[in-house]
């Protein structure tokens, strides 16, 4: 699945890849992001059908005000246990539980292109979709990436989990936060320059 959005705020539009595609649904409202807009919202089922046909790759059903319902509480308990994870508190078990109970359910199956026959299902359920992502909602939280679900090291307040080789990012993107770390660091080297030549 394709992982990353364009997020928009003040300074214009630039790229979130947050590294896990349960944290991308989580920023359909269920992770408050202050400085930041994210692309979807759900609010209703056609907005769950329209955020389900841009990510999955395979056709998934319409959505209906009960797959709505189930998508909200899965969305929610994700965003509960990234921000807990970010903070490297304790992942609440109600959370634990909700995502484990979705996981359970049968997901979308992989498929090899290049088959001269349709396997399985046209079109997927919601019901799979929400299983795919709780899936991977069990890979962010589990613990082979434990400690690398992190807040950005600026001030938005941004979740990602940490999908780097040396396990180094600090910043929710480098064309946000990281570009102005760096043009505050610069200024400060400057300022700190100036003030010792005054000196």
Not at 66 to 79: C, E
Not at 136 to 150: I, K, L, P, Q, S
Request: overall charge positive; charged content about 25%; some cysteine.
């Amino acid at each position: 699945m394709p992982v990353g959005q364009w997020f928009t705020d003040d300074s214009g539009r630039w790229w979130f890849d947050s590294g896990s595609f349960a944290l991308d649904f989580a920023y359909t409202g269920g992770i408050p992001v202050a400085v930041a807009v994210a692309p979807a919202r759900l609010n209703s089922p056609d907005d769950l059908t329209s955020w389900m046909r841009e990510r999955f790759p395979m056709p998934v059903a319409p959505a209906r005000s009960r797959d709505l319902f189930d998508a909200t509480s899965l969305r929610d308990a994700i965003a509960r246990l990234a921000l807990a994870a970010g903070r490297g508190e304790s992942l609440a078990t109600s959370d634990i539980d909700v995502v484990n109970l979705y996981a359970a359910t049968p997901d979308i199956p992989p498929t090899l292109d290049g088959g001269s026959r349709q396997a399985g299902r046209s079109v997927q359920t919601v019901g799979q979709a929400l299983s795919t992502i709780a899936r991977d909602a069990v890979d962010c939280f589990g613990e082979a990436n434990h400690g690398r679900v992190r807040i950005c090291a600026g001030d938005c307040g941004i979740v990602y989990l940490d999908t780097s080789r040396a396990a180094s990012r600090r910043w929710c993107s480098m064309q946000r936060c990281g570009n102005r770390a760096k043009v505050r660091a610069h200024r400060a080297r400057k300022a700190g320059k100036v003030a010792l030549s005054a000196a």
